[in-house]
């Protein structure tokens, strides 16, 4: 599997992220929604840093479930309820956390502001596509 990123000099230059994913592979794998939870359904906090490293980390297992690993993800959707610029630096900063643990590197991404998610508790919700082999 390749991943080759693209950040055209036309098109702002992206913090934390790529502009463009050029995915090849024989696999393409798509993750349903990951939210803050463990396997027992407990939060892994309250808090957006803590939801969002462990909403990455079940993303993580379910590629690797796949075959795949963190470097196989091509594209990041994120779900965000309250999108203020306090709680987003809060969401960058527990997925850097869990990239950096994971040995992830940048992809591309898209982050989605929304009012709620099916339970009062989760504060993101992520899903990944990812390329392997």
């Not at 909403?55 to 796949?66: C, D, H, I, T």
Request: hydrophobic residues 45%; proline residues 4%; negative net charge.
């Amino acid at each position: 599997m390749t991943l080759e990123k693209i950040n055209p000099g036309s098109l702002p230059r992206p913090h934390g992220f790529a502009q463009v994913v050029i995915a090849a592979g024989s696999r393409v794998v798509f993750t349903a929604g990951q939210v803050g939870i463990n396997a027992d359904y407990t939060l892994a906090g309250k808090d957006y840093c803590s939801q969002a490293r462990k909403a990455a980390e079940n993303v993580y297992a379910a590629v690797g479930a796949a075959g795949g690993s963190p470097a196989d993800i091509a594209r990041l959707m994120i779900y965000v309820v309250d999108a203020t610029e306090a709680n987003l630096e809060e969401v960058y900063r527990g997925l850097g956390e869990a990239a950096q643990a994971a040995g992830a590197g940048t992809t591309t991404m898209t982050l989605i502001g929304v009012t709620a998610l099916s339970d009062p508790g989760w504060l993101l919700e992520l899903d990944a596509t990812a390329v392997i082999g």
